[in-house]
């Protein structure tokens, strides 16, 4: 099966899984050879209701019977009425929103609203970030580098992530004051050649290391941009809908993009995104030339599983679900760091959390052979887990995010099983 894979498969993501799955449900992934894996990933953090949950089924079975798709200019109900509920989740003056597929699309959607809204074209990003591996958005995704896919989208700027942990600019020793987005702004004002159009951020750097934005930083964030006649992306791929335990991760501070993007737990596995603005900056923006008409934009079937995703948080107080686990997880994952010296730090919001290893809690040196190590031992002994990394050089920090209907005998299984791999890595 192994080979199959390699001959018709181009390796799009490094190696293959182990193993070929036959069936996911739940919380678990079920593979061809009868092992039973405990999903703290919820697939590409996708499904927060958990693999295949009856109700996206249901709904997806229902649109299939009315229309699997339609031309671009045509929209159904579910479609209409998923976007009025956006609009209803979200604060004033967010309710005008594009239906799409993947998060790299919203993004660059994202993009082209605000150049064409401001009619300039420089866009920043954060080091560390994860946006897309499309042309616009990988310009902006600094967190894997860009080997072998030059050059960039002209005026592509990163400035540096507020990483507490590891202060980029050796200024913080414990908290983090956002000096980095002061002198960030100082070097892009610098080599910008005054077209600065957006910023783009995510909320909790999830690709580059589960890092949180300090409180504070994202309304700072929106007021350089306005002092710059920039707009203000937030890009919740991974922490809207729930995970961090609100219902987008932008309320924890007090402010509201300009634009915000919602993808991956939007449709809850299914292909969904939605790139959400105001009526004035829609307006220009089309005024000024705006158009998307792609293949997908507004398909009624995943815009029905977007519709079942969000009954679904709302009638199983999902939101709520992710603070209260979010907190277990937190803290058994601390009892762990109690009994290993190589845990150096748990951090995360929600159900989003990271566990940076190594080899030495007073020097913090990244124990990247280890991270390795644990995630495969994990692996085999039935745990399936990320890891991610920051600009290439760490590999050490596993990434723990399991649906939002995660039970605590769930999450107590997982505990064992990496409390396991720890010591059998650590021999
Ligand atoms: N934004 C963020 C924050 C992401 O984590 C990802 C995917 N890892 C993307 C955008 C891109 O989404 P997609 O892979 O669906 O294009």
Redesign the pocket.
Known sequence: MRDERERFLIRYAGDFAPFVVEKAEGAWVLTTEGQRVLDFTSG??SSTLGHNHPRIVEAIERSLRTGIHLNSWMVNEDVLELARRLAELLPDPLERSILLN????T?EVALRLAKAFTGKFEVVGLTRS????LAGTNSVTFSMGHKGNGPLMPGSFAIPAPYEYRCPIRHCVRRCDMTCLDVGFEIVDQASVGSLAAMVV?PVL??GGIIPLPEGYLSAAKRKCAERDMLLIV?E??TGLGRVGSMFAFEQDDVVPDILTV??TLGGGVPLGATITSAEIEQKAVDNGFLHITTHVSDPMPAAAGLAVLDVIAEENLVGRAQDMGRYLTDRLGELRDKYDQIGDIRGRGLLVGLELVTDKETREPANDLGAAVTAECLRLGLSMNIVKGDGSQRNCLRLAPPLTITTDEIDIAIDILDTALRTCLG
């Open positions: 590409q953090i993947t998060g790299s699309e993004n994860f946006h897309g591996l995510e999830s690709t890009d791929a991974q993808s991956k």
